[in-house]
């Protein structure tokens, strides 16, 4: 159990990609936001400027991959904080799986359950990133922190680092919740999820 504390943390996993939409794995590739993906940034963003989040009170940190760095690019945008770049927050590497959709992947790698759970599966990805090594670079990431944070980054290593930052060990990753468009909020050991609600789409104007 680690029982360090650290500053507030604001996790955001990027907006939604097209291999998300089809059900393609990414790892170290990558694919662009799709209108719904942009959306949910904009949404994020709208979110983080509630929260009172500026250059002033967080930095801004994304993983480096596209998709990511374009999600924190929409919330600079919006909260007029600087980008930094942070290699330590991309995404797992799912070796020979990346861009394969999950149809393909099942038909040459049959999961040794029908009831696998998607954490194993992770784990068992030919030439994968070894978990101990993700656990280790979130670690180094959190305590290199130095005031509360904005951190841009993709599901599984949201996942990782959220565990890790709540002192929890890695038998409690399946423990917190995942998803798109919403805020994770660590701060005093607690975890929230805010979510983040799109713009309604406007109203047509009258012809004529």
């Known amino acids: 159990m680690n029982g360090t504390v650290y500053p507030e943390i604001l996790v955001i996993r990027h907006g939604q990609t097209a291999w998300n939409r089809d059900g393609r794995w990414q790892g170290a590739l990558d694919s662009p936001l799709t209108e719904?993906?942009?959306?949910?940034?904009?949404?994020?963003?709208?979110?983080?400027?509630?929260l009172g989040v500026g250059e002033a009170s967080h930095d801004l940190f994304h993983s480096p991959q596209g998709r990511a760095a374009h999600t924190a690019r929409i919330?600079?945008?919006?909260?007029?904080q600087a980008l930094r770049a942070e290699p330590l927050l991309r995404?797992?590497?799912?070796g020979d799986?990346?861009?394969?959709?999950?149809?393909?992947?099942?038909?040459?790698?049959?999961?040794?359950?029908?009831h696998e759970h998607f954490l194993d599966r992770y784990a068992r990805a030919p030439g994968g990133e070894?978990?101990?090594d993700l656990w280790a670079r979130v670690e180094s990431l959190l305590r290199g922190l130095r005031r509360p944070a904005v951190l841009v980054t993709h599901g599984i290593?949201?996942?990782?680092?959220?565990t890790c930052a709540l002192g929890?060990?890695?038998?409690?990753?399946?423990?917190l919740p995942g998803g798109q468009g919403v805020?994770?909020?660590?701060?005093?050991?607690?975890?929230?999820?805010?979510?983040?609600?799109?713009?309604?789409?406007?109203?047509?104007k009258p012809k004529g």
């Open 168 to 175: 929890r060990d890695e038998a409690a990753l399946a423990d």
């Open 36 to 50: 719904a993906g942009i959306s949910q940034a904009h949404a994020m963003a709208r979110a983080l400027v509630g």
């Open 91 to 94: 995404e797992i590497g799912v």
């Open 157 to 162: 290593t949201s996942r990782f680092l959220r």
């Open 183 to 204: 805020v994770f909020r660590l701060r005093g050991g607690r975890h929230e999820t805010l979510p983040a609600k799109p713009a309604p789409l406007a109203e047509p």
């Open 75 to 80: 919330i600079a945008a919006a909260t007029g």
């Open 97 to 114: 799986w990346a861009g394969l959709t999950r149809d393909e992947v099942d038909r040459r790698w049959p999961a040794p359950d029908p």
């Open 130 to 132: 070894p978990f101990a």
